[in-house]
């Protein structure tokens, strides 16, 4: 098998535990997990589905907090180590003249990216129903909120590293307005962050775990080999929905292609505090840090709607594994 490489920035101090020996898996939980509670302060009911990057040295990141009222709201946060977080209790106010772009109705399922000179990030915002809201921050104090990406209904929004063919790129997942019981991965692409059009298709559900719905996760990682997309997939039970996770590889110039797609899941509800929550069996990933020096990833995933976990892999393993067909 090929060397593979991370393309990216070296992050020494990525949260990060060995595979324990003799684990068979791919992706591999860390210890501790869960590394949020559901009620980081006082006044949050579930704490879940959030997004963490590297910043100034440390981590900076958005999280999903429901409230103590059930309102889904989204917090920034900070962290030494990527492991041990501070919340703030205050959600975000996002700035925009326009009150009609800024009102806020709730936000969820937040992804953070730095893309040339500054943060953004997107959620699943409530403007008559879900959309793809986005905005910027430089600080994690200051949020200047740009136009909703789509008209509803949608979620899912992730937005890509870098510009592909001299354009933002943006997966999502086009929705309904309640649980939605569907629903397929597709590509958008703007000149400016605010205009999206040329859609493309990129990936349907299949069997077993992903034969529900599915959705991208974190922001896809470049590597040598493409576009590394991590992406819930649902299937439907007796008892309702179960969330697990996968990964596929998108062409690196036309990431609406897809060359692998996992056909086992990576990780799956297993573990109690995955099965047992608000929402029962439900592994939901958001966010990835990436170490380009050692291939090494870290996926932050809400854990049954409640809690939020951590866990482990190496893009060489996981493009290794896709490419044997698993
Ligand atoms: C989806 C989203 C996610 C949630 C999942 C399971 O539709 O609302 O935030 O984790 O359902 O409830």
Redesign the pocket.
């Known amino acids: 098998m090929s060397e593979v490489k991370i393309i990216g920035d070296a992050l020494a101090n990525i949260p990060w535990q060995d595979k324990p020996l003799g684990c068979p898996d791919v992706v591999w939980r860390y210890s501790n997990n869960p590394i949020i509670p559901r009620n980081p302060f006082v006044g949050a009911n579930s704490t879940?589905?959030s997004a963490a990057v590297a910043f100034n040295g440390k981590f900076a990141g958005v999280f999903?907090c429901d409230s103590t009222a059930r309102e889904m709201q989204i917090h920034a946060g900070f962290s030494d180590d990527g492991i041990n977080w501070k919340i703030n209790p205050e959600r975000i106010q996002f700035i925009h003249e326009d009150p009609e772009v800024s009102g806020w109705e709730y936000g969820?399922?937040p992804r953070v990216v730095w893309i040339e000179d500054r943060y953004y990030v997107t959620w699943?915002n409530g403007y008559h129903g879900p959309t793809i809201g986005v905005a910027w921050t430089k600080d994690f104090k200051t949020f200047h909120q740009l136009e909703n990406a789509f008209l509803i209904f949608n979620?899912n929004g992730v937005l890509f590293p870098r510009k592909v063919g001299g354009k933002y790129m943006m997966l999502s997942r086009p929705s309904d307005n309640g649980?939605?019981p569907f629903g397929d991965i597709f590509l958008s692409q703007s000149p400016d962050m605010q205009h999206w059009g040329c859609h493309r298709h990129v990936m349907a559900t299949s069997d077993g775990w992903q034969s529900t719905k599915i959705g991208a996760g974190p922001i896809p990682i470049e590597t040598s080999e493409g576009w590394l997309m991590i992406y819930h997939g649902v299937l439907t039970s007796c008892n309702g929905?179960v969330?697990s996770f996968g990964a596929a590889l998108l062409d690196l110039d036309e990431p609406w292609k897809v060359i692998h797609r996992s056909k086992n899941f990576l990780i799956a509800p297993w573990e109690q505090y995955e099965c047992v929550g608000d929402?029962p069996n439900?592994t939901?990933p958001c966010a990835a840090l990436t170490d380009a020096a050692s291939g090494r990833i870290a996926i932050y995933y809400?854990c049954a709607?409640t809690v939020t976990g951590l866990c482990f892999t190496t893009a060489q393993a996981l493009i290794d594994h896709l490419k044997a067909g698993n």
Do not use: S
């Open positions: 879940f589905n999903r969820y399922d699943c979620r649980h939605t929905f969330y929402v439900v939901f809400g709607d």
